[in-house]
């Protein structure tokens, strides 16, 4: 985990989900699935917030949608991460299903380019638009979710913890689920202390036992779940 001094460098507008550019050196780049925590320099705001990884960009990274609205192209953040566990294709992988369960699947983004890189099929399965998808990709809306999770050899998934039981309901359980060989599934919460304080706002209820997606998540192996 390293620290460091990043800036705010543009900010898009993709089909109403605000991500940015953000400039920081090497080491503070997360993986797809990975986060880091800023805060806004000088800002007396208590709270950090999570930046989660969506794409490469020069000198840095685009971030997926932010979820702090007053940052502005200029700002100075104090950065801190890469945090969690991020996605691993498995090499093996040659049909791979990206699966935006709720939201913009910003988070998976990072994916597409590893996987052509080991010459994969990829679908994309989300409700939400997405702009520069490559010509590769195809495009399925969530209706047709269950059809390319079956399809797949590797899936990851992109979900809010408070929706993750209606995604375990439309599996029977998802262990039950004919599916592929792998499974990673990415599991939102609030995360305001990063693994440092173990506040239990992210506490996610996992077998009868408790894990924290700031340290434990926040991607997690479907069988897990």
């Known amino acids: ?19 940015a550019r953000i400039l920081c050196p090497h080491e503070l780049i997360p993986s797809p699935g990975q986060y880091l925590l800023a805060h806004a320099h000088g800002s007396d705001s208590p709270l950090a917030v999570p930046i989660f990884f969506s794409d490469s960009a020069p000198n840095g990274f685009r971030s997926a949608p932010l979820t702090e609205s007053s940052w502005m192209p200029g700002t100075l953040l104090d950065l801190r991460g890469p945090l969690g566990h991020g996605f691993s294709i498995p090499a093996y992988a040659r049909k791979v299903a990206l699966i935006a369960f709720d939201e913009s699947p910003a988070r998976l983004r990072g994916l597409i380019s590893i996987a052509l890189k080991q010459g994969a099929e990829i679908v994309l399965v989300s409700s939400s638009v997405m702009a520069d998808v490559p010509e590769a990709v195809e495009v399925q809306p969530l209706q047709a979710m269950m059809d390319i999770y079956h399809w797949a050899d590797y899936a990851a998934f992109d979900v809010g913890r408070e929706n993750l039981s209606q995604l375990k309901e439309m599996f029977g359980g998802m262990r039950q689920a004919k599916g592929p060989r792998e499974a990673q599934v990415l599991v939102r919460a609030p995360m305001p202390c990063g693994a440092l304080a173990e506040c239990g706002v992210c506490a996610l209820t996992n077998h009868h036992d408790w894990k924290m997606i700031c340290k434990d998540g926040p991607v997690f192996a479907m069988g897990e779940l």
Not at 11 to 18: E, H, R, T, V
């Open 1 to 19: 985990m390293h620290t460091g001094e990043g800036q705010l460098l543009e900010l898009y507008d993709d089909a109403g989900n605000i991500s």
